[in-house]
């Protein structure tokens, strides 16, 4: 992996900045409280996306331009989260925002299929080596859930096997021990619901491991082995604290899958970020199956299921009834699908070169800023992805990383005075790039407006 260290020395300049003349939030977005005041009424906890609560109210966007955006109230903020990773180009691409251009006076759905997603699924399976055949979805979500699906339909098989803590979307499978936490932890990871209302069938059908493990997910293979469908992984689980699997993990879940008759299920709706082949091209590792969404889109609603065309044969409606039927009103609708080639197009060897050379900068800067304080922390992740951790335990899995109270006041303290000096992140402490970012000195970033 390029990891941009080469860059010379003298150009490793601060990449954010301090403002100037600036109130506080949430004193310094008052039309954003108006509209969440009006959101209220109408939706409820004034929310219709968990994530992007913040405690008193969510800043609203009124747009965006390179790796900046603009709120209602005039104040300008550099985004280091990037709409939750998925805009890797950041806002008005200019390729992407020609190509939807040219394409909304043509159409923006139909009830038929489109050139446009038969040209950006050759330019993924091209870029996948794993990946013979693509079927396109709305969103990362409903990729997760079909490739689950594929993977039991190829199989005849009832049950997953997912990592706990890590996050694959909102299908209730999907979900399970997604926020296990030490009051229901055993030595072995149960199968914890996620939603009040989640059936003890769904929990029944999906088996939880630890990360990282060889040994528990050899140990689960053999009692459960001939009942498993799939085992489903993202090789660098944001949720489960951004960190990077193991090559020898890996590989020996694949080998331990395939021996059982079971399907390695990759979920790459965020780690496609981390290269131009993704995470799989990093590690070297050929998933049976593999979930895409966030970056592929250019900016708009998309997911993906992509695979050996063995098993993406399930889809196949040809020969009457497939063995799993699958559609969608606004599936590989062309406005994505045009939007999606050019942000792709765009993501060059070049690209993310530049991406690892300013995710290496501020990780080492920010765990050399935690040792020069004398302050628990380490900061996590690969190429444009980073997160921050305050602990002093060895980072291993999700129960490592686990925040305790005052961990999680300090990553509040830590969100809300980045806010406070215009950068966005995630309040758990999750950061992504984007391509319009620099490291240039902060005399020559735009001032801030609040």
């Known amino acids: 992996m390029i990891t941009g260290r080469e860059a010379p020395a003298a150009s490793r300049r601060p990449l954010f900045w301090e403002p100037t003349n600036m109130s506080t939030y949430p004193a310094s977005c008052p039309r954003s409280e108006e509209l969440f005041a009006r959101a209220r009424k109408v939706m409820p906890g004034g929310n219709t996306r968990t994530t992007v609560f913040i405690d008193p109210f969510p800043i609203y966007a009124e747009r965006g ?50 050139q446009s997603e038969i040209d950006l699924a050759e330019l993924l399976v091209a870029r996948l080596p794993s990946v013979e055949q693509i079927r396109f979805a709305n969103s990362g979500t409903e990729a997760v859930m079909m490739a689950i699906k594929a993977a039991r339909a190829f199989t005849d098989r009832p049950k997953i096997v997912k990592i706990e803590g890590a996050y694959h979307g909102s299908y209730d499978f999907a979900e399970v ?21 989640t059936p003890q069938g769904v929990l029944s059908d999906v088996i939880v491991v630890p990360f990282n493990d060889i040994e528990a997910l050899k140990a689960v293979f053999h009692v459960h082995g001939w009942e498993i469908a799939g085992v489903l992984i993202d090789p660098m689980p944001n949720r489960a604290g951004l960190i990077p699997a193991r090559r020898d993990y890996l ?15 990759f979920d790459e709706v965020i780690s496609f970020r981390l290269g131009y082949a993704g995470a799989q091209g990093l590690w070297n590792i050929a998933p049976d199956l593999t979930a895409l969404g966030k970056i592929i889109g250019g900016g708009f609603p998309v997911g993906a299921v992509a695979g050996r065309a063995e098993i993406m044969a399930v889809f196949d409606p040809t020969r009457g009834k497939p ?83 005052t961990e999680r006041r300090k990553l509040n303290l830590l969100h809300r005075g980045l806010l406070d000096r215009g950068v966005l992140s995630a309040s758990y402490g999750l950061f992504a790039l984007s391509t319009p970012m620099t490291d240039a000195e902060p005399s020559s970033q735009p001032s801030m407006t609040r």
């Open 177 to 197: 021990s997604l926020d296990s936490s030490p009051q229901n932890w055993g030595d072995m990871p149960a199968s914890t619901a996620y939603a009040k209302g």
């Open 65 to 114: 331009e390179g790796c900046r955006m603009w709120d209602v109230d005039g104040n300008v903020y550099y985004d280091c989260i990037n709409n939750f990773t998925a805009m890797i180009h950041g806002y008005a691409q200019p390729e992407a925002v020609a190509a939807v251009q040219g394409q909304l006076p043509l159409g923006t759905a139909f009830g038929a299929p489109t």
């Open 323 to 405: 063995a799993l039927p699958h559609g969608g009103t606004f599936t590989a609708n062309p406005v994505t699908m045009r939007a999606g080639l050019a942000a792709m197009g765009a993501l060059t060897s070049k690209a993310f070169a530049h991406l690892d050379y300013l995710g290496a900068f501020l990780r080492d800067g920010t765990n050399a800023a935690f040792e020069r304080h004398g302050l628990s922390g380490r900061c996590v992740g690969l190429g444009s992805l980073f997160r921050i951790h305050f602990t002093g335990n060895d980072i291993v899995d999700y129960r490592s990383v686990y925040p305790s109270a």
């Open 251 to 265: 590989e020996a879940l694949v080998e331990t899958a395939h021996a059982a008759g079971a399907l390695v299920i």
